[in-house]
């Protein structure tokens, strides 16, 4: 039923359950926040309320297993990327697949990229071939044909 109340957990209770859900994100196959809660029968939001609530070192755990599962999840990328395509009956190399599987790594790099910029962003090389950092910007001015037409 929607909106039916679960019981309260005891303090050891939520601590299992904290721990589980560390260990799915941080050791599992790279299960997102979302999917740990789910296994462990508490939601997301539930979680993300000890988290802030905690006056322990919940947030610096919970940080860590966090920046372990983009690692395995950056490693995983590379599997996804090696794994032989699928092949149609015809021996044609299955095209769908192929784009789905480009879908999955896409994905993936993108969600690493906004979660973790630092780390697996797009790095901008400012410096020159001389190794300065100084970017130069050049600007002119061109006087367009019109500009002459309208002074005679």
């Known amino acids: 039923m929607a909106g039916r109340r679960r019981k309260a957990l005891t303090a050891a209770e939520k601590d299992a359950a904290i721990d589980s859900i560390l260990v799915l994100m941080r050791d599992g196959p790279a299960e997102s ?3 740990a809660c789910k296994k462990v029968g508490v939601s997301h939001g539930q979680f993300l309320s000890w988290v802030e609530a905690d006056k322990g070192d919940l947030k610096d755990r919970y ?4 920046t372990l599962l983009m690692d395995r999840i950056a490693e ?17 190399i299955d095209s769908a697949s192929v784009a789905h599987r480009k879908l999955q790594i896409d994905t993936r790099k993108w969600v690493l990229s906004k979660l973790a910029p630092k780390k697996y962003g797009e790095k901008l090389d400012l410096s020159s071939e001389d190794g300065s950092m100084s970017p130069s910007i050049s600007v002119s001015f061109v006087k367009s044909t019109s500009d002459l037409d309208d002074r005679g």
């Open 63 to 66: 940080a860590r297993a966090r």
């Open 76 to 92: 995983g990328l590379i599997d996804l990327a090696d794994n032989d395509p699928l092949f149609l009956p015809t021996g044609a």
């Open 33 to 35: 926040l979302t999917q």
